[in-house]
C-alpha cells in the first residue's frame, strides 16, 4: 500500500472511528490472490466490544462504499482489535497496559520483562518479577531507553475482578 494511499484511508476514517468513541491504531491492505483485505484495528482505553466493533465496521463500509479511496476492485473490510499480544508504540498503548506484563527490548540491548505499574510524559515505572524466590524490585525505564514493547500473554494470573469476587466469598 502506498504512503499516499494509507494518509488518504487514515484521513478518510480517521474521523469515522473517533465519531464512535475510538482510536484508529492501525490501517493495512494486503492482496489474497485477485482480492484485497482493508484490515482497520480499532481500540479506546475501556477496549472494544463486539458491538463497538460492528458499529464503526458499518459505518466505514458506508464511507468507502460513498468514495473511491479503495479502486474500483473488490476487497473485503475486516475490522478487530489489537491482538493479545500488542506492541506498544504509542503513549496511550503504554496507559492500557498498566498491570500487564510486557517484555521490553532496550536501546542499549538487552531485554526486560516486567509489570507495567504507571505511565507519565516521561516513561513507566516497572515492577521486575523476582527470580527463584527473590522479591520483585522496582525499576523505571524512560521512553528513549525503549527500543520495542510488546504486552506478554499471561495465562495463569488473576485479574483483580478474580480476586475481589474470591475474597467475597
Do not use: C, W
Amino acid at each position: 500500500m502506498s504512503t499516499t494511499q494509507s494518509e488518504r484511508l487514515r484521513e478518510l476514517l480517521e474521523p469515522l472511528v473517533g465519531s464512535q468513541g475510538l482510536d484508529l491504531e492501525e490501517i493495512a491492505v494486503d492482496s489474497v490472490g485477485r482480492k484485497r483485505v482493508l484490515r482497520v484495528v480499532v481500540d479506546s482505553d475501556t477496549g472494544a466490544d463486539l458491538d463497538q466493533i460492528a458499529d464503526v465496521s458499518r459505518a466505514l463500509s458506508a464511507k468507502l462504499d460513498e468514495t473511491d479511496a479503495m479502486g474500483e476492485g473488490e476487497y473485503t473490510l475486516e475490522v478487530g482489535t489489537p491482538g493479545a499480544e500488542r506492541l506498544l508504540t504509542e503513549h496511550r498503548h503504554y496507559v492500557r497496559a498498566t498491570g500487564r506484563l510486557a517484555r521490553f527490548q532496550l536501546t542499549e540491548g538487552g531485554e526486560l520483562v516486567a509489570r507495567i505499574l504507571g505511565v507519565d510524559d516521561e516513561g513507566v515505572e516497572l515492577e521486575v518479577p523476582g527470580v527463584k524466590g527473590r522479591k520483585a524490585t522496582a525499576r523505571r525505564l524512560a521512553f528513549p531507553e525503549i527500543a520495542r514493547a510488546r504486552v506478554q500473554v499471561e495465562f495463569n494470573r488473576k485479574d483483580e475482578k478474580s480476586e475481589k469476587k474470591e475474597e467475597e466469598a
